[in-house]
């Protein structure tokens, strides 16, 4: 989903009730996870992250979720904070 300041790779809507944001990003190796989101992606998502929940008037959390080569998926829950 496109918002005026990212592309949302995934959006869900939960059981609860709130939206689910989740970021993809492929990695070799898990000590390198932290390299591949620069400051400026996060900012650009949280701010997506604050427009659908204004458009929407729900909770938005964010997730990262990085697959390795392998198929290994490391995920990070709500990293909104």
């Known amino acids: 989903m496109k ?6 790779d995934l959006l869900f809507r939960t059981p609860q ?3 689910l944001m989740v970021e993809v990003k492929t990695a070799n ?10 400051q400026r992606q996060k900012a650009r ?6 427009f659908l929940a204004a458009r929407w008037d729900m909770l938005v959390e964010v997730h990262w979720a990085f697959v390795t080569k392998e198929g290994e998926i490391t995920v990070f829950e709500d990293i909104s904070g």
């Open 29 to 38: 190796l898990s000590a390198f996870q932290s390299f591949r989101i620069s």
């Open 17 to 19: 009730g709130h939206l």
């Open 3 to 8: 918002t005026p300041f990212a592309e949302v």
């Open 45 to 50: 998502l949280l701010r997506a992250l604050q």
